[in-house]
C-alpha cells in the first residue's frame, strides 16, 4: 500500500473538510498525519489516519527543524493544507515539506482543491515572495520620501476648511 503524508497546518475543521476529498483522490494510500504535540489528542478522532506522527519541535513547521523520526520513511505523497485559496502564509510549511522523503507534494486548499508542486515550484515561490517584499518596501520608501514633506501643508489646508 502507498504511504500519504498530511503535515497538519490548519485548523481540525478544515482538516474535517479536506480529509474526504483526500480520501477520494488517493483511495489506495495509507494516510499518516504530522502534528504538533498539543494537536494529538485531537487528531485521535480520525478513523481514517492510521498514524500520527509528532513534530517535536515548539512554533511553526520550519525546513531548519526536520523530524528526525521521518528521515527514514518514503511518503508516495506528502499533502499541506493551507487556509485559504493561494498558499500564501504556508511557505514555511511548503518548505519544510522538502525536508521530507516524498515522490510529490501537493497543497490543499481551503475550498480542497489540490494542486501538485514541485521542490523548484515551492522554492519559486519564496523568492517571488521575497521579490514582492522588497518591492513593496521600496516603494513605499520612495512614495513616504514625496509625500512626508508634503504632508503637513495638505493637513494645514484641510484645517483651514
Known amino acids: 500500500m502507498k504511504e500519504l503524508l498530511i503535515i497538519r497546518s490548519v485548523s481540525l475543521q478544515q482538516l474535517d473538510k479536506n480529509l474526504p476529498v483526500i480520501k477520494e483522490l488517493f483511495p489506495d494510500h495509507r494516510i499518516n498525519l504530522l502534528a504538533h504535540e498539543h494537536g494529538v489528542k485531537l487528531v485521535e478522532k480520525y478513523r481514517d489516519i492510521d498514524r500520527v506522527y509528532v513534530y517535536p519541535f515548539k512554533g511553526s513547521f520550519s525546513a531548519k527543524q526536520p523530524v ?3 528521515k527514514s520513511k518514503e511518503f508516495d505523497a506528502i499533502i499541506v493544507p493551507v487556509g485559504n485559496l493561494t498558499g500564501a502564509g504556508f511557505h514555511n510549511v511548503l518548505e519544510f515539506s522538502l525536508t521530507l522523503n516524498g515522490k510529490k507534494r501537493w497543497m490543499c486548499n481551503l475550498v ?3 494542486r501538485e508542486l514541485s521542490p523548484l515550484q515551492i522554492q519559486t515561490r519564496r523568492w517571488k515572495n521575497s521579490l ?3 518591492l513593496s518596501t521600496l516603494l513605499t520608501s ?3 520620501l514625496f509625500l512626508l514633506p508634503v ?3 495638505l493637513l494645514k489646508r484641510l484645517e483651514k476648511k
Do not use: C, F
Open 68 to 70: 528526525n523520526e521521518l
Open 132 to 134: 514582492y517584499a522588497g
Open 142 to 144: 520612495v512614495i513616504s
Open 151 to 153: 504632508l503637513p501643508w
Open 112 to 114: 480542497s482543491e489540490l
